[in-house]
């Protein structure tokens, strides 16, 4: 089982929908989790932390469920520019404390 | 915030040559830096993760003599490519941490290398 797993998409969706990515990971001992955007050929870049309480930032929601081991984040009015790949990451399972990035879902938003 | 700069942003190089990238913390100090590499479709894998005055911890499967790590100052740590060939063909990214940091992360904005 890979150690983050996230459906590879793409997701092709038209201005102004709602979507979702789910995401989930193998190590129980895992203690922080994000949601990175990468556009093509760039570095990643913070989205998001995601709390157990989840948490809101504008259109975006995050969501963390231990006991499933499972992470989502919702794109409300999804927006052109929300075009990008969405990594699924999580850290804090091993000894330095490093990032284990997931495949990545590609959104693809139309007018 | 904090900025990594990380050079060269783009790089071609014949089979058999060395490559070095380069990653400066600005601002801040990067006790920690982490080498990731992402082929196409394809997840960011760590390689390999120095603190500053040690010897790079590398990851199963990643050559620590093709893939050298240095990281003597709390400011720039850099990976050399040696002996590259096509199949190192990939995109470099480095991430540093701050001291006092556990999860603050400042990604460099990576470096895509083919090997001809």
């Known amino acids: 089982r890979k150690e983050v797993e996230q459906d590879p998409g793409p997701f092709n969706v038209p201005e102004g929908a709602t979507v979702a990515f789910n995401c989930t990971y193998s190590?129980?001992?895992?203690?922080?989790f994000f949601w990175y955007r990468q556009d093509c050929r760039k570095e990643p870049k913070l989205l998001m932390s995601?709390?157990?309480s989840g948490n809101e930032d504008g259109r975006f929601t995050a969501q963390l469920n231990r006991a499933s081991q499972y992470i989502s984040l919702l794109i409300r009015d999804s927006k052109l520019s929300d075009s990008a790949t969405y990594l699924c990451?999580?850290?804090?399972?091993?000894?330095?404390?490093?990032?284990?990035f997931g495949k990545g879902t590609k959104l693809s938003v139309k007018p | 915030g904090a900025v990594v700069s990380q050079h060269p942003s783009r790089v071609i190089c014949k089979s058999g040559t060395s490559v070095k990238i380069e990653c400066r913390s600005l601002?801040?100090?990067?006790?920690?830096m982490f080498w990731y590499r992402q082929f196409p479709k394809q997840s960011l894998m760590l390689m390999a993760t120095?603190?500053?005055?040690?010897?790079?911890?590398?990851e199963q499967g990643v050559e620590k003599d093709k893939f050298l790590i240095n990281h003597a100052s709390l400011t720039l740590s850099t990976l050399t490519v040696t002996s590259a060939h096509p199949e190192d063909s990939s995109f470099y990214i480095c991430?540093?941490?701050?001291?006092?940091?556990?999860?603050?992360?400042?990604f460099g904005s990576g470096t895509r290398l083919t090997v001809v």
């Open positions: 995601v709390y157990s």
């Open positions: 120095s603190n500053e005055g040690s010897k790079a911890t590398y």
């Open positions: 991430s540093a941490r701050d001291r006092g940091q556990v999860y603050g992360y400042t």
């Open positions: 190590n129980s001992a895992s203690q922080s």
């Open positions: 990451v999580v850290a804090g399972g091993g000894s330095q404390g490093n990032l284990i």
């Open positions: 601002d801040f100090q990067a006790t920690t």
